[in-house]
């Protein structure tokens, strides 16, 4: 509850939370899913959802982009052998994917003060957070990094990204151009990409900035969906082609 990830990084009371809820409690996964996956951990002590207090709202509004993601896509995210998130927050996304079942490598690239509390956050509530030297050399479990030449490294010995997931959920969409597209040049060859972003961001427009990149990667099939009850934001959707996985 420190008011710097409290404004920052994560939902509390915002009222179109009740749509996002509405929305998991009417899939088809409610019961075997999500019902459990979005119980909360006390880590952190995460203001309760007054709706569902065995969960939160922060939980539940990151619930509701895998949930999207699978609707969009069909697929589970889950399944794929390693994400790689770009901007994770305090580490809500790596708990719940790896609640709901994933098994891979999970590497994290954000801010150094954000890498030392998402490691804290995922090894309090009982995760694996490896040394970027054990991490290059386990089958599973979490890097944080923080520094682009330590992630090139893990990403080009480390994985393979052929098959990997990007996860960048309105973090891509914050970031200067430079870094955006150096970024971009080491995750464009992922088999699965799950992108939010905000129309405009400062001076960038994001509508073409995302137009330009899908135009520039016709092997990968995209889908756009506004997201309505957030006003000027949409997800962007991808998985590549099978024809161009070889």
Known sequence: RWDVIGWTMAVHHAAWVSQEFKYLKSTGNWEK??????????????????????????LIHTAYHLAQFQEN??????????????????????????????RGKYVLFDLPSFSAIQQFYLQ?????????????????????????????VILSESIDISTATFIATWSLSETPINLRNKVWAMV???????????SQHREVDNIEYFRRLKD??????WSTKQIKHLGRNFYLFGVRRHDDRQ
């Open 73 to 102: 896509t069909k697929l589970c995210i889950e399944n794929s052998p390693t994400i790689i998130e770009f901007g994770g927050g305090y580490g809500c996304m790596s708990r719940l994917v790896h609640t709901i079942g994933f």
């Open 124 to 152: 309090s509530v009982g995760l694996t957070v490896h040394s970027i030297d054990s991490f290059m050399k386990a089958n599973s479990g979490i890097v944080c990094v923080s520094d682009i030449e330590s992630l090139r």
């Open 216 to 221: 520039s990667h016709p092997n990968i099939n």
């Open 33 to 58: 899913l999500w019902s459990e996956a979005i119980r909360e951990s006390h880590v952190g002590h995460p203001v309760p959802y007054w709706r569902y207090p065995r969960s939160s709202p922060n």
């Open 188 to 198: 464009s060859n992922c088999e699965r990409f799950l992108i939010a972003s905000q």
